[in-house]
């Protein structure tokens, strides 16, 4: 295990450098986006003005609250609690994330399947995990909301944020097969198998 502090837009080589069970902090630029969003982006054939080349994206809706735009908002929301929404969902969006918009890191909770360490090993990505519950913790790693866009999917619209020192986030599935969720799956097996066998029902 080692621990990684990378400045956002990120390289193909600092994304194979991770390996799972590795920390990574984030500094610079994380977008924020969901299910109606990539629905939009990849199913009805919507653009987004925003260079994702290199980013991370975390799948959340955040809640924001609406006040008059300002230089300090210039977006005229406050972030008010930003979570982390469950990744499974998102599986069949991960392929063209990264392939149409060079996003490299995707964060959430929960993991995604077999698919999504397919595009990781091919094309150099990674999942990076965020422990459910804490949307707190993660609003405070955010500095700013920047920009907004595809606003009319509100919540789920596109969010460009100003963090610092997000994290450390644990890489879950990494860009050389290494998965901590199919680790996980294998041993609960073996330990059922074991179990069934204990008790003469295998």
Not at 32 to 46: K, L, N, S, V
Not at 72 to 78: A, K, N, Q, R, S
């Amino acid at each position: 295990m080692a621990d990684h502090v990378l400045t956002t837009p990120v390289s193909e080589a600092d994304i194979r450098g991770l390996r799972v069970g590795d920390r990574v902090t984030l500094e610079g630029t994380l977008f924020g986006i969901r299910d109606a969003t990539q629905i939009h982006m990849f199913d009805r054939g919507r653009r987004t003005r925003f260079d994702l080349r290199g980013h991370a994206v975390i799948h959340t809706a955040p809640n924001l609250r609406k006040v008059e735009p300002s230089p300090e908002h210039p977006t005229g929301y406050v972030p008010v609690c930003v979570g982390t929404t469950t990744s499974d969902r998102m599986e069949r969006f991960t392929r063209p994330l990264m392939e149409r918009e060079g996003v490299r890191i995707i964060i959430g909770k929960g993991g995604l399947r077999e698919e999504s360490l397919r595009a990781f090993q091919e094309l150099g990505g990674c999942y990076l995990a965020v422990v459910g519950g804490a949307a707190a913790l993660e609003t405070t790693w955010i500095e700013a909301l920047e920009d907004v866009d595809l606003d009319d999917l509100n919540p789920e619209s596109l969010y460009r944020f100003r963090i610092r020192g997000f994290g450390p986030l644990l890489v879950a599935m990494d860009s050389h097969g290494g998965s901590l969720y199919a680790q996980v799956n294998a041993a609960a097996a073996a330990r059922r198998q074991a179990v069934l066998e204990r008790l003469g029902a295998a």
